[in-house]
């Protein structure tokens, strides 16, 4: 059985600082997304909570594959 996971990284500030979202399947990576700061007003826990939200609807949409 594939084992998921989700990551939650810090961006660069280069790159506008906020959060990657680093979703894998068994180490290997599947999907990265972006929540930069600037989407969020500047808020760092705003941006972070979007990601987790993220990851964990990813997660769960994982789980009722067959």
Known sequence: MARYEF????????????????????????ELEAFPLAAYGGDEVAAYNA???KGVEWLNSRSREK
């Open 7 to 30: 990551g939650i990284i810090p961006r660069h500030k280069e790159l506008g600082g906020g959060w990657n979202l680093r979703m894998t399947r068994d180490g290997e990576e599947m």
């Open 51 to 53: 990601a987790q939200q």
